[in-house]
Antibody
Framework: QVQLQESGPGLVRPSETLSLTCTVSGASITNLYYTWIRQPPGKGLEWIGYIYHSGSANYNPSLKGRVTMSLDTSKNQLSLNLNSVTAADTAVYYC?????????????WGQGTLVTVSS | SYVLTQPPSVSLAPGRTATIACGGDNIERKSVHWYQQKPGQAPVLVIYHENDRPSGIPERFSGSISGKTATLTISRVEAGDEADYYCQVWDDDGVVVFGGGTKLTVL
């Protein structure tokens, strides 16, 4: 059974970089692709981007070049970095496995991790 | 940018049939997926490719597309179905788009 677990600091200062890790168990990250999605408190889902098993990635243009994703195949982990954060980046951050790149769906999702941006 | 429109809320009594709409331009040409999110939990895929159900999802859940609207239908609604439901597609630029979500309340 595939499981994903997000981890990282729960509090980030404004203008600093948010860094999260997603550890995948039960499947190799060298297959399919993985995505990051966030959800501000009380609001809907926002797609952040995906990273393919080759390492190529695509990001939501709304994040204006602040985001990067990477893979660590030795640890079966993927990482998310979001720089120059503001209070608007406060959200629960989810990682999920993706199927059928450019047309597909996401399953399963990690449990999510809340990141608060505040001084 | 591509937009998916969902009604904010749907309310109905147990045992009735819930329909949750998701509207978007040319949605009939896209592959539509649906997620259920219960309070404090991560979203769970309930329908993919318009009308395929993942293992473990009851047959009461089904999907369809007609014109510019995709629809998630939940037959014989139960209290345990109370949740937020989101539709999802990819736009022509390779960006994932989610609908704003619909809160299903079982009265």
């Amino acid at each position: 059974q595939v499981q994903l677990q997000e981890s990282g600091p729960g509090l980030v200062r404004p203008s600093e970089t948010l860094s999260l890790t997603c550890t995948v168990s039960g499947a190799s990250i060298t297959n399919l692709y993985y995505t990051w999605i966030r959800q501000p408190p009380g609001k809907g889902l926002e797609w952040i981007g995906y990273i393919y098993h080759s390492g190529s990635a695509n990001y939501n243009p709304s994040l204006k070049g602040r985001v990067t994703m990477s893979l660590d195949t030795s640890k079966n982990q993927l990482s998310l970095n979001l720089n120059s954060v503001t209070a608007a980046d406060t959200a629960v951050y989810y990682c999920a496995r993706g199927y059928q790149l450019l047309a597909g769906w996401f399953a399963p999702w990690g449990q999510g991790t809340l990141v608060t941006v505040s001084s | 940018s591509y937009v998916l429109t969902q009604p904010p809320s749907v309310s109905l009594a147990p045992g009735r049939t819930a329909t949750i709409a998701c509207g978007g331009d040319n949605i009939e040409r896209k592959s539509v997926h649906w997620y259920q999110q219960k309070p404090g939990q991560a979203p769970v895929l309930v329908i993919y490719h318009e009308n395929d159900r993942p293992s473990g999802i009851p047959e009461r859940f089904s999907g369809s597309i007609s014109g510019k609207t995709a629809t998630l239908t939940i037959s014989r609604v139960e209290a345990g179905d109370e949740a937020d439901y989101y539709c999802q597609v990819w736009d022509d630029d390779g960006v994932v788009v989610f609908g704003g979500g619909t809160k299903l309340t079982v009265l």
